[in-house]
């Protein structure tokens, strides 16, 4: 995560980390939790030189029907607002359905990663998906690599 970060901010892009996250909205940990341990990534980046430009996260429950768990956009869009980003020059690079999703109703390209739980969702799920994703990678970073300069076999 580190190198991959460290290469996006290098070639002067933003990164920003938008996540769902129930657990808090299901009560099995709280908002500060999650605001610890997104403070401990940014510290660790930040160690190394680099860091995110933003952390987003939403602690609904699925089923609550807000504007920001993706697959809705509301995190990208907050993002926007707040960091100008032009989401049609964005990609969101993500291992699941409901991140590309999020990311093609804000307007950017998609980046499918195998890692997490990507191998698994291209092998059973991917053939029933209504859009394929713009770039499927092995990894977030050589996906970020191949946004950058192409796919190198």
């Given at each position: 995560a580190v190198?991959?970060?460290?290469?996006?901010r290098?070639?002067?892009?933003?990164?920003v980390?938008?996540t769902?996250?129930?657990?808090v909205g299901?009560?099995f940990?709280?908002?500060?939790f999650v605001?610890?341990?997104?403070?401990?990534f940014?510290?660790?980046?930040e160690k190394?030189?680099?860091g995110l430009d933003?952390?987003?996260?939403c602690?609904h429950?699925?089923?609550?029907?807000?504007?920001?768990?993706?697959?809705?956009?509301?995190?990208?869009?907050?993002?926007?607002g707040?960091?100008d980003i032009d989401l049609?020059?964005?990609?969101?690079v993500?291992?699941?359905i409901?991140d590309?999703?999020a990311g093609w109703t804000a307007?950017?390209?998609s980046a499918?990663v195998k890692?997490?739980f990507?191998?698994?969702s291209?092998?059973y799920?991917?053939a029933?998906?209504?859009r394929?994703?713009?770039l499927?990678?092995e990894n977030?970073?050589?996906a970020?690599c191949?946004?950058?300069?192409?796919?190198?076999?």
């Amino acid at each position: 995560a580190v190198d991959t970060v460290r290469l996006i901010r290098d070639e002067g892009y933003l990164a920003v980390l938008v996540t769902n996250q129930s657990g808090v909205g299901r009560g099995f940990y709280p908002a500060e939790f999650v605001e610890e341990i997104h403070g401990g990534f940014q510290a660790t980046l930040e160690k190394a030189g680099t860091g995110l430009d933003g952390i987003y996260y939403c602690p609904h429950k699925p089923g609550d029907r807000c504007a920001c768990r993706k697959p809705e956009p509301g995190m990208l869009l907050q993002a926007q607002g707040e960091l100008d980003i032009d989401l049609s020059q964005s990609w969101m690079v993500g291992d699941s359905i409901t991140d590309m999703q999020a990311g093609w109703t804000a307007g950017t390209r998609s980046a499918f990663v195998k890692t997490g739980f990507g191998r698994g969702s291209l092998e059973y799920e991917a053939a029933r998906w209504e859009r394929q994703p713009d770039l499927v990678g092995e990894n977030v970073y050589r996906a970020v690599c191949d946004i950058f300069w192409g796919s190198v076999e």
